[in-house]
């Protein structure tokens, strides 16, 4: 499985961007699929996920209410739509999916800069 992330930029606080993610090769393979994020000098830390049948999203707390993940089944797409955004969700993203056979995220795709200035 290939990942493909796309849809950063650079946003005034309080705007919105929505990132998508394209899945390719055996996606039907996939567990669950989420977002991820590391801003400069800090770990990488899990923002959002969701079941590959689009069931039981999770967020983390500091998103929660502000950002909503949602998969397009039949186009294998995964999106993270991001409003009220504040100058600390500033990162690169990352999608990241998680096999089946595997308790894990071990799919990673190339990030994409989310700069929100205030």
């Known amino acids: 499985v290939q990942l493909q992330a796309s849809g950063g930029g650079l946003v005034q606080a309080g705007g919105s961007l929505r990132l998508s993610c394209a899945a390719s090769g055996r996606p039907y393979t996939l567990y669950a699929i989420g977002w991820f994020r590391q801003a400069p000098g800090k770990e990488r830390e899990f923002v959002a996920s969701?079941?590959?049948?689009?069931?039981?999203?999770n967020y983390a707390d500091s998103v929660k209410g502000r950002f909503t993940i949602s998969r397009d089944i039949a186009n294998d797409m995964l999106y993270l739509q991001m409003n009220s955004l504040k100058p600390e969700d500033s990162a690169v993203y990352y999608c990241?999916?998680?096999?089946?056979?595997?308790?894990?995220?071990?799919?990673w795709g190339q990030g994409t800069l989310v700069t929100v200035s205030s």
């Open positions: 990241a999916a998680r096999p089946s056979s595997i308790n894990r995220y071990t799919i």
């Open positions: 969701i079941s590959w049948s689009a069931r039981n999203p």
